[in-house]
Nanobody, 121 residues
Framework: QVQLVESGGDLVQPGGSLRLSCAASGSIFSIPFMAWYRQAPGKQRELVANIFSGGTSNYAASVKGRFIIGKDNAKNTVYLQMNRLKPDDTAVYYC???????????????WGQGTQVTVSS
C-alpha cells in the first residue's frame, strides 16, 4: 500500500521560516503530480502549491514569492519551504499525490495525515 507521511510542522513566529516534507512509500511506479494543501479552522481546504514530475510548479496567490515547492524524485519526496510566514498561514498542511503503482495502472489519489503549522508571537 502507498502512504504519504508529512513532517516539519511547528509553532513559528511571524516572519519566520519552516520546511515541510512529505515522503511517499510503498509500491510506487511513478508520481506524476504532488501538491500541498492547507485547511485553517472554519475554512475549506485550499491549494497552496503543486509540482509536476517534469518540475513545473504553481502557487496560490497568497503564498507566491514566499513559499517554494520542490521534490526529490529519487526519494519520492516533496518539500515546501515556507518563508516570511504570517499568522494567516496557520493551518493544517496536507500532502497530496497522484501515484501510479504499476506500468499498466492509472494514477490514484493519496493524501497524507496532515501537519500543523502555527504562526504566532
Amino acid at each position: 500500500q502507498v502512504q504519504l507521511v508529512e513532517s516539519g510542522g511547528d509553532l513559528v513566529q511571524p516572519g519566520g521560516s519552516l520546511r515541510l516534507s512529505c515522503a511517499a512509500s510503498g509500491s510506487i511506479f511513478s508520481i506524476p503530480f504532488m501538491a500541498w494543501y492547507r485547511q485553517a479552522p472554519g475554512k475549506q481546504r485550499e491549494l497552496v502549491a503543486n509540482i509536476f514530475s517534469g518540475g513545473t510548479s504553481n502557487y496560490a496567490a497568497s503564498v507566491k514569492g514566499r513559499f517554494i515547492i520542490g521534490k526529490d524524485n529519487a526519494k519520492n519526496t516533496v518539500y515546501l519551504q515556507m518563508n516570511r510566514l504570517k499568522p494567516d498561514d496557520t493551518a493544517v498542511y496536507y500532502c497530496y499525490a497522484e501515484i501510479r503503482t504499476g506500468v499498466l495502472t492509472t494514477a490514484e489519489n493519496y493524501w497524507g495525515q496532515g501537519t500543523q503549522v502555527t504562526v504566532s508571537s
